[in-house]
């Protein structure tokens, strides 16, 4: 059976229902039934969110917000107040809706330094919650556009593309490695935590990687601590197995060898103490001195999947200002790290770069070769960084193709991967170790800050000239 309403009735159905409508979502009821509503939640995907003045792509947050019995999308989210205006508003956050009615905040930085802003959501029964989103902005850099910021570690020390956008990063001061996407500021996707695996509960101060196949291979700095201390875990080489590729890439342990500074050592002191690696580890020498012993390259020789680089952040050769930076190929890493065979040297390389040393290291499958070129001291970043295009080859000499700006926090530390230097406007993507940097501007080092959300280090592309 069929009912008929009149027009008038439709109307005032209709206007009825509009009306309680808008009296759920504004939260208006009758008074007497107030108190039994339930109190509405909010929760915050990170309590803390860093970001950047002028920045591109910056990172958000997620606002998840509840209450009994209504749609999570009927409910009202504001931003209600700023501890610091200056460096960031109420008007400054933007607010979006997921499919399932929460929201994600994004927030604008007007100037570097800290603020709490207080989000407050409003349910039925105009019932409130309020949570504390504290937020911090680091300052203006140079090509900001083509920034971004990867979260949760400032010290990042080697890279390596994982393919599908993404990016596998490791730090200098701890185990962990993280998988971003190269694209977006951000959280990492996954993070691995090697430690266990190579029986180390401190950093093995891991400084470079290269990929051959599904297999990457990692090298600690193999140098003394910043005291001249001996560290036994810095003296170690491993490689991980890679799967996948972008987000669905997945990181397994391989091996792990514990003995190369030895072998150097051995090496160096059987051919005259050439390179003085006896004096560059001795106890009390710092690593990042002139004639210091530190390693921050590793690639594969061209068309080898045995012979690595080692590339040295010193010392210099000879260990003199203006001295060429040294390149020594271990001829059968592949056994070193399968069989723990003592590692085998070729003749050593070395090149000029401008007085400077090699940084980080890094070819493509076309064997081109960039050299991240930089100060063998552990001075701020003020000191010159250039890239270098090279062929591999030894006797080869590398030529410049970019100097790199030092204005902005942050030491340039590791090349992603390398573009086909063949051509016109190839860019490439470096990321800085920000562990030293003051990126807030309240005197307190990246490394040191209190929460992973605001510990960030800077990816940047750059166009070969």
């Known amino acids: 059976m069929t009912v008929r309403l009149s027009p008038a009735r439709r109307r005032l159905g209709a206007a009825g229902a509009a009306g309680a409508a808008a009296l759920l979502v504004a939260g208006l009821g009758a008074p007497a039934h107030a108190a039994g509503y339930a109190d509405p939640t909010v929760s915050l995907s990170a309590t803390h969110l860093s970001g950047a003045v002028g920045a591109y792509g910056d990172p958000s947050v997620t606002v998840d917000v509840e209450q009994a019995g209504m749609p999570a999308g009927l409910l009202r989210l504001r931003v209600v107040s700023s501890s610091d205006p200056s460096v960031a508003g109420v008007g400054d956050v933007r607010q979006e809706r997921t499919r399932t009615g929460d929201r994600t905040l994004t927030v604008r930085a007007r100037a570097q330094g800290y603020t709490d802003l207080v989000l407050e959501v409003t349910g039925r029964g105009g019932k409130t919650a309020t949570a504390t989103l504290s937020y911090a902005a680091s300052a203006r ?51 691995w935590d090697l430690g266990p695996a190579l029986g180390w509960k401190k950093e093995a101060d891991i400084e470079a990687a290269a990929r051959v196949g599904d297999t990457v291979y990692w090298t600690g700095s193999l140098g003394n601590n910043k005291d001249g201390k001996y560290k036994a875990e810095r003296n170690t080489v491993f490689t991980t197995r890679i799967t996948g590729s972008g987000a669905a890439t997945e990181v397994t342990f391989g091996s792990a060898y514990k003995g190369l500074r030895e072998d150097l050592v051995a090496w160096d002191a059987a051919h005259g103490d050439r390179y003085g690696f006896a004096a560059g580890t001795a106890n009390g020498q710092v690593p990042k001195r002139i004639d210091g012993f530190n390693v921050e390259g590793l690639e594969f020789a061209p068309g080898s999947t045995t012979t690595a680089y080692l590339g040295f952040r010193a010392p210099l050769a000879p260990a003199v200002p203006g001295g060429r930076a040294l390149v020594v190929p271990v001829t059968n890493i592949d056994r070193v790290l399968a069989d723990g065979a003592k590692a085998v040297f070729g003749e050593p390389i070395e090149m000029d770069l401008g007085g400077l040393a090699v940084r980080d290291l890094r070819k493509n499958a076309a064997g081109q070769y960039l050299i991240l070129a930089g100060s063998f001291a552990a001075d701020d970043n003020s000191d010159p960084y250039a890239l270098y295009q090279w062929d591999g080859v030894p006797g080869h000499a ?20 390398v573009p086909d230097l063949r051509v016109r406007g190839a860019r490439v993507q470096l990321i800085t170790d920000s562990g030293a ?29």
Not at 398 to 417: F, N
Not at 451 to 456: I, Y
């Open 437 to 465: 940097a003051d990126l807030y501007g309240d005197g307190t080092e990246a490394k040191d800050l209190d929460h992973p959300e605001w510990k960030k280090a800077r990816a940047a592309w750059f166009t070969l000239g």
């Open 398 to 417: 590398p030529r410049k193709r970019a100097d790199l700006p030092t204005t902005d926090p942050g030491g340039w530390e590791a090349v992603v991967s």
């Open 141 to 191: 850099v140079a090509g900001a556009p083509a920034t971004r910021y990867l979260t949760g570690s400032s010290d990042a020390s080697a890279a390596v593309d994982a393919g599908g956008g993404h990016v596998l990063v490791a730090d200098d001061e701890s185990n962990v490695l993280r998988l971003y996407d190269r694209s977006r500021s951000g959280a990492p996707v996954k993070t």
